[in-house]
């Protein structure tokens, strides 16, 4: 079956600007987190959408929003773009709302901001 | 702050040594899960440990929970270069889930 999809894999964009990323779980799946993964930070927690509800978040400023549609397709939004935002964006589905579930990841979005 | 602090951060070695890798936390977790990311890629979970004292073993790599549930450890036996790779412990606290800062695993042919 499928993996998990997420587009696109490369975006360069321009400080202050806002992005917006894709993810498309595996078929049958509700639960979409995302990460961020940065040389200095490693891979750090988001936030989990189930059903369409955001049901947990990590700690990160109100800049970094998502949403989750009905289809559990999600999409992660980045408003006014700091350099220190580029990083590989990854999301992972799950078939539960449990953070324990197993999660299948994507290959991530690569971001650069300059 | 780091929950899950991993050692080594990095690690190359020979093919056919045997080698162990550490995630430590002051906290304790209901259960820690062990991926291993190759370049391009996203994290691939090897496995979930659930009770304290466990052990797993998935062919050349032995997976532990420590008694407390704070630490975890994995050890892989007679490397090979496929095993190289980043390694990274993950456990859930606090309605997040977190990552352990990772050890780079190269093994040399």
């Known amino acids: 079956k499928a993996g998990v999809t997420q587009t696109p894999r490369y975006l360069i964009k321009t400080r202050g600007q806002q992005v917006t990323l894709s993810c498309s779980p595996i078929?049958?799946?509700?639960?979409v987190s995302w990460y961020q993964q940065t040389p200095g930070q490693g891979l750090q927690f988001l936030f989990e959408y189930f059903s369409e509800t955001q049901r947990n978040k990590g700690n990160f400023p109100g800049r970094f929003s998502g949403r989750q549609f009905s289809n559990s397709r999600s999409e992660m939004n980045v408003s006014t773009l700091e350099l220190g935002d580029s990083a590989l964006y990854l999301c992972?589905?799950?078939?539960?709302?449990?953070?324990?579930?197993?999660?299948?990841f994507g290959q991530g979005t690569r971001l650069t901001v300059v | 702050t780091q929950l899950l602090e991993q050692s080594p951060q990095f690690l190359s070695i020979q093919e056919g040594e045997n080698l162990t890798v550490y995630c430590n936390s002051s906290?304790?977790?209901?259960?820690l899960q062990w991926y291993r990311q190759e370049p391009g890629e996203g994290p691939v979970l090897l496995v979930t440990?659930?009770?304290?004292?466990e052990v797993k073993k998935l062919k050349r790599l032995t997976f532990q929970f420590g008694d407390a549930r704070k630490d975890s450890s994995l050890h892989i036996t007679a490397a090979q270069p496929g095993d190289t790779g980043l390694y990274l412990c993950a456990g859930e606290g606090g309605n997040q889930f977190y990552f352990g800062t990772g050890t780079s695993l190269t093994v040399i042919p």
């Open positions: 906290s304790v977790f209901s259960s």
């Open positions: 440990v659930v009770t304290g004292g």
């Open positions: 078929s049958g799946h509700r639960s």
């Open positions: 992972a589905s799950s078939l539960r709302a449990s953070l324990n579930t197993e999660a299948f």
